[in-house]
C-alpha cells in the first residue's frame, strides 16, 4: 500500500489542481462537445452508405441549408473524422497531458489563461477545418482533409498550448523521471513533428504520390507517436494509484517506450503495399508495425501485472474499468495493425472497410476509452466535486463498448468480405458493396448507441462544469452508493464481507 500522504503534499496538490482547473476543464468540455458532433456526423455518414438518397428526403424547409451534396459520404465520412480527431482526441489529450504532468513534476500551470486562448484557436481552426470539408473545399487525405490555409492556425495553437509543458518539466522537484513524464513528453514533441512534416510535404507541391504517402504516414504516427503515449501514460498514472502498488516494472516500462520511439516512425507506408512507392517502403513498414507488437504486449503485461490481484477493483472504479478496457483495445489494435501491414493480408484489405475499422479502433477504441477513464479520474480532483450518477458512468461505458465493439467488428469482418469480392476479376465493384450492406447497418446502429453514451458522458461533464456536480462526501464508484466507501478498494472489501 502507499503511504498517507502529509499536509503538505494534499495543500501542494491541491494548488497544484487549482491552477490547472480552468485550461483543463475548458479541454475537456471542448472535446466533449466535438465529440458529440463526431458521433453524429459518424452515424449520418454510415446512414449515407446504406440510404444514399438520405440528403434528397429532407423536409423542404432544410432544402436550402443542407443539400444533397453536403450530405455527401464523401464529405460527411471526413468531416467525421476531423471532428473526431482533432476536436475530441487531441484536446482531450492535450488536457490530460497538462494535469499529469504539472501532478509528477508537482509544478503548478504558470498561464493559464494563454493556455485556455490558444484552446479557443484551436477550437476555430477545427470549426473552419470542418467547414471547409463539408462545403467543399478539402484536400481528400486522411485526417488532414481540412483546407491547406488551417494547418498554420493547427501549429500555432499548439506551440502556445504544448511550450510551457517543457519548463513545468525542467523544474520538477525529482531528479528521476517518471515513465508517464516520459511518454507525455515524447507525446508532446512527437506531434509537431509529424504535423509539420505531413503538411509541408503535402503542400509543398509534391507530387500527388509523396502526398498520399505522406498522408498515411501521418496516420499511423499520429496513433503511434501521440494516443499510444497518452493511452499508456495514463495506464501508467491510474492503475497503480488505485490499486495502491508501484509498477511492476520500470525497466521493462522504459525498454517498451524506447522500441516504440524507434519503431513508429517507420510505420505508415504499409498501406499502399504495390502501389508507385519503393517496395522496401511498404515492407519495412510492415516489419516495424510486427515489431510494435512486442512493445505494447509488454507494457500490457508489466500493466497487468500490476493489477495482478485486484482485478475486482475494476467493478468499483470507473476510471479503472475504462482504462483496463482501452488497454484491451490497444493490444486488439496492435495485433490487427501488424495483420494488416503484411504483404498476405494488406493487399486485400487495403482499399476496404477494413482500414476505417482499424483507424476507428485506435481514435474511438484504446484512446478514447483511456481518456475517458482518465477524465472520470482527474474531474473531481480539479472541480471539487463528483460526478452526479454513477449509473450514467455505468451506461456510457456498456453502451461505448458495446458500441465500438459493434462498430469494430462489422467494419474489419466487411472489410474481409469486401475485400475478397474486388480480388475476384469476375465480380463488378458494386456487388462489394452489395455484400458489404448488412455490415453497413450494424455500423450505423453501432453509431447511434456510442452517440447515446456520449450525450449522458456530456451531460454529466456538464453539470460539474457549471457548478451543478455531486458535493456529498466519497468518491463517485460503480455498484456502490455515493458516500458509502472511500476508495474503490474500500467498496471492494465491504462487497466481500458482506459475502
Known amino acids: 500500500m502507499t503511504k498517507e500522504a502529509s499536509v503538505e503534499d494534499i495543500r501542494e496538490r491541491a494548488a497544484i489542481d487549482r491552477s490547472t482547473r480552468f485550461p483543463v476543464m475548458f479541454f475537456f468540455t471542448s472535446a466533449a462537445a466535438w465529440l458529440l458532433v463526431a458521433t453524429l456526423l459518424g452515424f449520418l455518414s454510415a446512414l449515407k452508405l446504406r440510404v444514399p438518397t438520405l440528403g434528397e428526403a429532407l423536409p423542404f424547409w432544410l432544402e436550402p441549408f443542407v443539400s444533397n451534396q453536403l450530405m455527401g459520404y464523401g464529405r460527411l465520412m471526413p468531416a467525421h473524422m476531423l471532428a473526431l480527431v482533432y476536436g475530441w482526441a487531441i484536446q482531450a489529450g492535450l488536457g490530460v497531458l497538462i494535469w499529469l504532468i504539472a ?149 521493462v516500462a522504459f525498454a517498451a517506450f524506447w522500441g516504440l520511439a524507434f519503431l513508429s516512425g517507420w510505420t505508415g507506408f504499409a498501406r499502399y503495399m504495390g502501389g508507385p512507392f519503393p517496395a522496401w517502403m511498404s515492407a519495412i513498414g510492415g516489419t516495424a508495425a510486427l515489431l510494435i507488437v512486442i512493445a505494447i504486449a509488454v507494457s500490457l503485461l508489466n500493466i497487468h501485472m500490476t493489477l495482478r490481484g485486484s482485478i475486482k477493483l475494476t467493478n468499483y472504479s470507473p476510471a479503472l474499468r475504462f482504462t483496463m478496457a482501452g488497454m484491451g483495445m490497444l493490444g486488439l489494435y496492435a495485433i490487427l495493425s501488424a495483420i494488416g501491414s503484411t504483404f498476405w493480408f494488406g493487399k486485400y484489405l487495403q482499399f476496404t472497410h477494413f482500414i476505417v475499422g482499424l483507424d476507428t479502433l485506435a481514435v474511438y477504441g484504446f484512446f478514447s476509452m483511456t481518456l475517458f477513464g482518465a477524465i472520470y479520474f482527474i474531474v473531481p480532483r480539479i472541480a471539487g466535486a463528483e460526478w452526479p450518477s454513477s449509473k450514467k458512468i455505468s451506461r456510457h461505458f456498456l453502451l461505448s463498448a458495446y458500441g465500438i465493439g459493434t462498430l469494430v467488428a462489422c467494419m474489419l469482418v466487411g472489410g474481409i468480405a469486401q475485400g475478397g469480392d474486388l480480388q475476384r476479376w469476375n465480380i463488378p465493384f458494386g456487388v462489394s458493396y452489395t455484400n458489404a450492406g448488412a455490415y453497413i447497418i450494424g455500423r450505423t446502429i453501432a453509431w447511434l448507441l456510442i452517440l447515446v453514451s456520449n450525450l449522458w458522458f456530456f451531460w454529466q461533464l456538464l453539470m460539474i462544469f457549471i457548478g451543478k456536480g455531486r458535493k456529498s462526501s466519497g468518491p463517485t464508484l460503480l455498484n456502490t452508493e455515493p458516500g458509502k466507501a472511500e476508495s474503490a478498494e474500500a467498496a471492494a472489501s465491504m462487497a466481500t464481507s458482506h459475502h
Open 103 to 251: 501532478r509528477l513534476s508537482r509544478s503548478e500551470v504558470r498561464y493559464p489563461v494563454l493556455i485556455t486562448v490558444a484552446g479557443h484557436i484551436w477550437n476555430l481552426a477545427v470549426a473552419l477545418g470542418v467547414a471547409t470539408v463539408i462545403f467543399g473545399f478539402g484536400r481528400s487525405i486522411p485526417w488532414l482533409d481540412f483546407h491547406k490555409s488551417l494547418w498554420p492556425m493547427f501549429a500555432i495553437a499548439y506551440i502556445l498550448i504544448a511550450v510551457w509543458i517543457i519548463p513545468m518539466f525542467r523544474n520538477r522537484r525529482s531528479s528521476s523521471i517518471y515513465i508517464s513524464e516520459l511518454y507525455l513528453l515524447g507525446a508532446a514533441v512527437w506531434f509537431p513533428w509529424i504535423f509539420f512534416t505531413a503538411n509541408l510535404l503535402i503542400n509543398k507541391g509534391s507530387a500527388p504520390t509523396i502526398g498520399a504517402g505522406a498522408g498515411a504516414w501521418y496516420v499511423t504516427n499520429l496513433i503511434y507517436f501521440f494516443m499510444v503515449p497518452i493511452a499508456l501514460a495514463v495506464a501508467y498514472y491510474i492503475v497503480p494509484k488505485i490499486v495502491g502498488r508501484p509498477l511492476y516494472s520500470y525497466p
